[in-house]
């Protein structure tokens, strides 16, 4: 049996994390979920994101699933992150049918460094307005590099690019990329290039099929795999994995959407992307390619979907339906 921390959270968190453990039950493996607070609403009652409880939790755990986070989301995931050297975001930007894709066959992946960068939130007013710290390390580019090839290799893909501004930045990128280069080294059999972050923001637009892995720093990370999402129909769709050495959270990119919590109309894609990519931490495949396939089948169908994928079911709804497909194959 897997132990697996449940954090469900704020908004539309809670109801597709419900859709996705509902789905989970149709596959043939056990899991035994402990349940944890954090978000917005947690902080309301309690005065704190993310109690030490919750840390704990995930920490004793092989994995966890997590919905989303309101305005606390810096004092929750991003800690969450750190406190657990969560050094790998794995961000998909995935093809599916029946959703409004810029471009119906696109299948890559974008490897974030998920520790420092702009977002160790070092910053501090000044007399002329604020300055941010910029953080890159030589250990944390070379293992983030690492991953990223070691990730290529595992899963058959043959190409990884890094993405950087060493042009410009050229004391914290020119270490990554100098890292990217030399980790390389040990890839022989991988293709490898390079592209500066502006350069990559339009060719995901003009040929963003030139892509397979891609392997940047945080903040780079963060905005192109908003940009990825645009390309394959939405947040809705795209799911993420945070990844350490011990451990993995597993959540969608599309937050709490507060406006839209509470309808049962929210896209239950996402969230149960998100629990596919666990299974495959989990070393469990057929059991992710099989929930997978479920996925697709209903979104190409496009008859038990929710409003934004064109349809007029609720979110327990489709997420029944992927069930069905499971259940009955």
């Known amino acids: 049996m897997y132990k697996i921390a449940v954090i469900p959270g704020d908004g539309i968190g809670k109801e597709v ?36 409880e919750t840390i704990d939790i995930v920490k004793n755990s092989q994995a966890c699933l997590f919905g989303a986070a309101g305005e606390s989301a810096a004092d929750v995931i991003v800690k969450l992150r750190q406190e657990l050297d969560l050094y790998v975001n794995l961000r998909p930007v995935k093809s599916y049918p029946g959703t409004k894709c810029v471009y119906d066959d696109l299948d890559f992946v974008i490897v974030r460094e998920n520790t420092e960068g702009l977002y160790i939130g070092i910053e501090e007013e000044t007399e002329e307005g604020a300055t941010a710290l910029r953080v890159i390390t030589r250990k944390a580019s070379e293992r983030i590099c690492k991953f990223a090839f070691d990730y290529a290799k595992k899963t058959g893909r043959s190409k990884v690019t890094a993405v950087h501004k060493a042009n410009v930045l050229k004391k914290t990128d020119g270490l990554f990329r100098g890292t990217f280069f030399k980790v390389a080294e040990e890839y022989g059999d991988i293709e490898t290039d390079d592209r500066y972050v502006d350069a990559t923001a339009m060719f995901f637009i003009t040929n963003p099929h030139m892509f397979d892995v891609i392997v940047t720093t945080n903040l780079f990370g963060d905005i192109l795999s908003d940009e990825g999402a645009g390309l394959v129909g939405g947040l809705g769709l795209i799911p993420s994995a945070n990844i ?7 959540e969608p990119v599309h937050g709490s959407a507060p406006g ?15 629990a596919v990519l666990m299974l495959d931490y989990l070393e469990e495949h057929d059991a992710a390619q099989t929930v997978e396939n479920a996925l697709i089948e209903v979104l190409g169908e496009s008859k038990v979907v929710t409003q ?22």
């Open 308 to 329: 934004d994928l064109g349809g007029n079911a609720s979110t327990m709804e489709m997420a029944r339906e992927i069930r069905n497909k499971i259940e009955n194959k």
């Open 260 to 274: 839209h919590a509470g309808k049962g109309t929210a896209n239950p894609s996402a969230m149960i992307l998100s």
């Open 244 to 250: 350490g050495e011990n451990t993995g959270i597993f």
């Open 17 to 52: 994390m419900e859709a996705a453990l509902h789905v989970l039950e149709a596959v043939d493996i056990e899991f035994g979920y402990t349940f944890a607070d954090a978000g917005d609403e947690y902080q309301e009652v309690s005065g704190v994101a993310l109690p030490q």
